[in-house]
């Protein structure tokens, strides 16, 4: 879109009040969407904001078709011998609970954060591949809505969330819910792969001036370090699925064991993915909450190059793991003991990050606002599933907890309590920023701790069913081996149902929220007194982020423009000089001039559509196959023939006094 | 407020270098271009990805059952011969960069056909290749080592054959005019993607072929 600015007097009126935009040709006949309103406007944009809106919104879509299939399994083992499912759904229902939970709600909830933020806490006005963006975005989307399809089209994947082969080859999993399982893992993964490369290139190249890597806000850090390891991570379950699809759909031999094939191969390649995965939920959301913390204890973060080392050193630590997921298996004493070391490890990178957060508050002017609970609730759940993970760490331990209910909890207390807080801290936090609205407090305190609440009650008790001996993935439990007395199976499985539940109804309480906040009055600027450069702009911002790309002089730049430091020596007193407005009216004062954002685009939609027909095709039809790639390569000659920022001719004659145009850094 | 919190306007006028207009040479922190260091990024990515399957391979590659081995099978000089067509593509693939650096459209032309008419004589010989083991009966579902052979050589093989859709592309946009931007970056970025698929090629030749199973 051709952005016209003319600051002050057109600024507020720039798109309504700006000459006619003529859309320069894309492959010769077709015109580019130039429209800025309606659905056109989200279906073909570029702009990493509203792309970022579409991640969550469908993100927690997804969110719930997940919680459902939870409360599902939870209903079923609520009594002994239960009817709802059947085993066979009860397995789709457990491996597409997991699957929707990890691929399709909290990557991509974390990737909405990445895409809006990223850019405007680095003082960029987009990513630096804008069009690649939106493939990311309809990619994920597709995906999702390709694997879903299986529940209508013969049943889903029923092989766990980590489809372990050769249980999972044709003879032991027969419907089609397998092949949807892979080929919507490999176009979800495309999406994140091409996601890591632009956010990685986008952080370390377009940093506004004076923001050098120690200078950056730290969910921007956590944010980078995550997309190394997508980028690292995916190529290898690409080969895993890759792998699969081609022994389930063309007969392939890689897991035959009557062949002589070897069933650690998959474990291995999945692992190497499966466990920098962890760190791809998590590490989002530690990035989340090192915002939250100082913003509300009216502290900067404590030791923030601690935190950032700490989160690079995870990052690196995580690919060196992965095989404490296969102490079962077989490994060999050595393979074990190395393993189970560097396991122990990586809880020391995580304990600084739990200290660091809790020095941050420490003596610090805490404000409980409903984002602050999130992020203390996080500290305390997330240290609750560090801790058990330390036990699994012991190897022979380990041995005794494999695939039972006590894993379960583990990683519900690591992925809930760590990530999925998180990230509604997240939520709660930067909803201003992004909708111009400060969320109920009220209702987000009752959110908050329903949620809470419902959490500890549901997977607390299975650290107990499952010590117990009750294993994972069985779909019903008798009453004659429940056991007696405080350990009884039953009324343990029974109140964890019972916290399933109330945690759906507190994920319910954050629609309603959102409901009771909509006719909310606009926020101010500056709603939470805020340190990073996100909010050195309005809420929402414009398209164009920032009216001038600001200078960056130290970290939490935006704090050091509100507050001036008057103590002497070494002694530090802030005082206040200006509020947020004014700090956000004085960039507006020095606008640049003439302002070129990168264009609306069909190409990604439609290439991202083209895959799915592929993947259909693939287990229907090699007719699809030809007809989606026919529609693939359309779109790659498409996008690649249409300039990244549309020609010259779109934009506005030059401003009178011929100012050089301040452009965005775009291509591809 | 203050003066003291908001510095000067303005020290980062972008680079006018007559580009400015296409957006695409601008001032990066790296200063390297963003095209180039995503291109990295891809392939940082691409050596896991050939990581997986070359392991795959090194795995399943004695694994040959009652079916036909590597040692019956391998024709170390005809796969020697079209191993060293594709590497002297990559020679011809610097030439074309170093010609386009110099604007020279006509040599960069004719080096980017020649390179891709180097990459189709060795896609071709793989097809040859295959189609040879295949009469000897080595099908993909034969055995452990002829799925994971002809997984890894395949997918080797598909990236050659999109090298030279890139660069017949880029002759095909280079007659009529249709890179934007920097042209010389544009060709280099696919010569970046040709040289790394030759270096893969270069270890799989290794691990594959040479060295005895």
């Known amino acids: 879109m051709a952005i016209i600015e003319r600051p002050p007097e057109s600024s507020p009126s720039a798109e309504s009040g700006a000459p006619a935009v003529v859309a320069s040709e894309s492959y010769g006949f077709l015109r580019r969407p130039v429209e800025t309103k309606g659905w056109k406007a989200w279906a073909f944009t570029v702009d990493h904001k509203k792309i970022g809106i579409m991640y969550g919104a469908v993100a927690m879509m997804f969110f719930f078709v997940g919680g459902l299939e939870a409360v599902l399994i939870r209903l079923q083992l609520a009594q002994a011998d239960g009817l709802i499912l059947s085993a066979d759904k009860y397995n789709q229902m457990f491996t597409m609970h997991a699957t929707t939970m990890v691929f399709l709600f909290v990557m991509p909830m974390a990737a909405a954060f990445a895409n809006y933020m990223i850019p405007l806490q680095i003082g960029a006005r987009d990513v630096a591949f804008p069009r690649l963006n939106a493939l990311s975005l309809w990619l994920f989307i597709f995906g999702g809505i390709f694997i879903n399809s299986s529940w209508i089209l013969g049943g889903g994947a029923d092989g766990g969330w980590f489809m372990y082969a050769p249980n999972s080859s044709v003879p032991f999993s027969p419907s089609n819910g397998v092949d949807f399982w892979v080929l919507g893992l490999l176009l979800t993964g495309i999406a994140s792969l091409v996601s890591a490369i632009n956010l990685i290139t986008t952080v370390l190249n377009m940093r506004a001036p004076g923001m050098s890597l120690m200078r950056m806000p730290i969910f921007t850090w956590m944010g980078l370090v995550t997309q190394f390891l997508l980028l690292f991570a995916m190529p290898v379950i690409t080969v895993a699925l890759f792998l699969l699809m081609f022994q389930r759909n063309y007969n392939a031999t890689f897991f035959s064991v009557e062949e002589g094939a070897d069933p650690l191969l998959w474990q291995h390649l999945f692992w190497i993915f499966g466990h920098p995965e962890v760190y791809i939920i998590v590490l989002p959301a530690f990035g989340i909450v090192s915002e939250v913390l100082p913003v509300f204890s009216k502290k900067p973060l404590f030791g923030y190059p601690f935190v950032v080392f700490s989160g690079a050193a995870i990052g690196f630590v995580g690919f060196g793991v992965w095989a404490h997921h296969m102490f079962a298996a077989g490994l060999g004493p050595i393979s074990v003991a190395v393993f189970s070391v560097a396991t122990m490890a990586i809880a020391i990178p995580t304990g600084v990050k739990i200290i660091n957060w809790t020095l941050t508050m420490w003596g610090g002017k805490l404000r409980y606002t409903t984002a602050m609970l999130f992020a203390i609730g996080l500290i305390v759940e997330f240290t609750i599933g560090g801790l058990s993970g330390v036990t699994h760490a012991v190897a022979p331990s380990d041995t005794q907890q494999t695939d039972t209910y006590y894993i379960v909890a583990h990683f519900h207390y690591v992925i809930f309590g760590g990530g999925v807080l998180g990230l509604f801290a997240g939520i709660y936090y930067w909803w201003p920023k992004m909708f111009g609205k400060i969320l109920n407090e009220t209702w987000g305190r009752w959110n908050f701790w329903v949620m809470i609440v419902g959490m500890n009650l549901a997977f607390g008790p299975m650290h107990i069913i499952g010590l117990q001996g009750q294993p994972r993935r069985m779909y019903i439990w008798t009453e004659n081996r429940a056991g007696e007395g405080f350990f009884n199976l039953g009324f343990w499985n029974y109140v964890s149902t019972i916290g399933a539940l109330v945690l759906g109804i507190g994920a319910l309480l954050f629609l309603c929220n959102v409901w009771v906040s909509r006719k909310n009055p606009p926020a101010p600027t500056d709603p939470w007194d805020a340190r990073s450069l996100e909010w050195l702009t309005e809420s929402p911002p414009k398209e164009h982020n920032f009216d001038r790309i600001p200078d960056v002089n130290a970290l939490d730049e935006f704090f050091h423009r509100k507050y001036e430091d008057v103590g002497e020596g070494d002694e530090h007193d802030y005082k206040r000089v200006a509020t947020g407005e004014e700090v956000v009216a004085n960039e507006a004062a020095h606008a640049d001039a003439h302002i070129h954002m990168p264009s609306p685009s069909y190409w990604p939609i439609v290439l991202a559509f083209a895959l799915p027909v592929i993947a259909y095709g693939v287990i229907y039809s090699s007719l699809l196959i030809a007809a989606g790639a026919a529609i693939a390569i359309m779109a790659m000659f498409g996008w690649a023939l249409e300039p990244p920022t549309a020609d010259e001719s779109d934009f506005d004659p030059p401003p009178p006094d011929d100012e050089p145009s301040k452009e965005l850094a775009v291509s591809v | ?213």
């Open chain 2, 1 to 213: 407020m203050s003066d003291a919190t908001i510095t000067a306007p303005d020290e980062h006028e972008p680079i006018d270098d007559g580009l400015d207009h296409l957006g695409l040479e601008h001032q990066t922190s790296t200063g390297l271009s963003n095209t180039k260091l995503a291109m990295w990024m891809f392939l940082g990515s691409e050596c896991l990805l050939f990581g997986g399957l070359i392991s795959t391979y090194m795995l399943y590659r004695n694994r040959s059952g009652t079916g036909v081995g590597p040692d019956q099978l391998w024709d170390i000089p005809f796969t020697s011969a079209s191993s060293f067509v594709l590497l002297m593509s990559s020679l011809t693939m610097v030439l074309a960069v170093s010609a386009a650096k110099r604007k020279d459209d006509q040599r960069t032309r004719v080096w980017l056909t020649v390179t891709a008419l180097l990459g189709g004589l060795f896609v071709a010989g793989q097809v040859y290749e295959f189609t040879v083991f295949y009469r000897e009966g080595l099908g993909y579902t034969t055995s452990l080592f002829s799925s994971s052979f002809y997984t890894l050589t395949g997918f080797h093989g598909v990236h050659v054959s999109v090298g030279i859709i890139m660069l017949m592309s880029l002759v095909g946009m280079l007659l009529t005019g249709r890179i934007k931007g920097d042209k010389s970056e544009t060709i280099e970025m696919v010569g970046l993607y040709w040289h790394f698929v030759d270096i893969v090629w270069v270890i799989i030749f290794t691990l594959v072929y040479l060295i005895p199973a």
